[in-house]
């Protein structure tokens, strides 16, 4: 069957920088859209990067743009989020999802928590 697994959430200061993976297992992982969400508590997931499948289109949320990178390869079936410069804002869950469509979901990870603090 279809498995996401994230990993490389944690603990990290204001300012500083983690690296999340997304290992995909049971799909021809380069035929699909691959995203990133995250939800914090007490508020609605959302979407804060997605990648198309060769990796050559890329989007983000507004609120992360500079700071975070998507990335992929499809040689490891994996997604990675390159998250720089972290706010206490970017506090959450962070979830993978794998879309035959660009505005696909059909499979979801985990989730990974992230959280900024001092």
């Known amino acids: 069957q279809v498995q996401l697994v994230e990993s490389g959430g944690g603990l990290v200061q204001p300012g500083g920088s983690l690296r999340l993976s997304c290992a995909a297992s049971g799909l021809s992982f380069s035929n699909y859209v691959m995203n990133w969400y995250r939800q914090a508590p007490g508020k609605e997931r959302e979407l804060v990067a997605r990648?198309?499948?060769?990796?050559?289109?890329?989007n983000y949320l507004a609120s992360v743009k500079g700071r975070f990178t998507i990335s992929r390869d499809n040689a490891k079936n994996t997604v990675y989020l390159q998250m720089n410069s972290l706010k206490p804002e970017d506090t959450a869950v962070y979830y993978c999802?794998?879309?035959?469509?660009?505005?696909?979901?059909?499979?979801w990870g985990q989730g990974t928590q992230v959280t900024v603090s001092s």
């Open positions: 999802s794998a879309g035959r469509t660009w505005n696909g979901r059909d499979y």
């Open positions: 990648i198309n499948t060769y990796g050559g289109v890329t």
